[in-house]
């Protein structure tokens, strides 16, 4: 699963061995008032294997947590994302307590750029083209819905079966708030498009193991 407003493309680089099979899940646009869990069920029932393994990006990792509490699943791998929301940065709480996300100006963010910087974080170093290559959901029924699903996501216990994968350099989840990872050194919040190398040689094993 994707992050926030990404679309599939960013996993092109991810290529497991045999007998491995990647399936890819794309977002949707919320039903009315649809809640986070709901949504999650939804998305469920476009798993049609047994016993998958989870692979979820930033809010896509959020997304795959909520995913689990309604079928069974082998693993959950997440990536340059939370396991609570006590691993939320300051400004994610603040934004929380004070309702400032409902000020954030969706229209605005619709702009490529704009879009690109608040998804994937201020520092990035990608050219626009990224952008417009990786960023592909701009409705803002979406990026309403999944803003307030990132910011009141309630979830304070980490489930155990979760395994992390997380940037030291991560500048939307900064890792001084993450606990229990496995850290890449330098490695930013897109460090599924920058570190697939380190990926394809570990995620074999990482889901293998029990």
Not at 161 to 179: E, L, Q, S, T, W
Request: charged share 20%; with cysteine.
């Amino acid at each position: 699963m994707p992050g926030l407003a990404a679309s599939t493309l960013i996993f092109e680089r991810i290529a497991l061995p045999e007998p491995f099979e990647i399936f890819f899940l794309e977002w949707e646009i919320p039903l009315e008032k649809e809640s986070l869990s709901a949504y999650a069920l939804r998305m469920t029932q476009k798993i049609k294997h047994p016993n998958p393994v989870l692979i979820g990006v930033s809010f896509g990792g959020i997304l795959v947590q909520e995913m689990v509490m309604h079928i069974p699943v082998q693993k959950i791998i997440i990536i340059s994302s939370v396991k609570s929301n006590l691993e939320f940065p300051l400004r994610f709480q603040l934004a929380k307590t004070t309702k400032a996300y409902k000020l954030i100006p969706m229209r605005l963010i619709l702009n490529l750029e704009n879009l690109a910087r608040f998804s994937f974080g201020e520092k990035i170093n990608q050219r626009l083209q990224l952008y417009e290559k990786f960023l592909s959901v701009r409705d803002i029924t979406y990026l309403e819905w999944a803003v307030e699903q990132v910011i009141l996501w309630n979830r304070t216990e980490i489930d155990p079966r979760v395994v992390h994968i997380h940037g030291d350099a991560d500048d939307v989840f900064p890792i001084k708030n993450i606990k229990n990872c496995i850290t890449l050194n330098g490695a930013t919040h897109i460090l599924i498009l920058t570190k697939y190398k380190w990926l394809n040689e570990h995620l074999p094993k990482i889901i293998m193991e029990e």
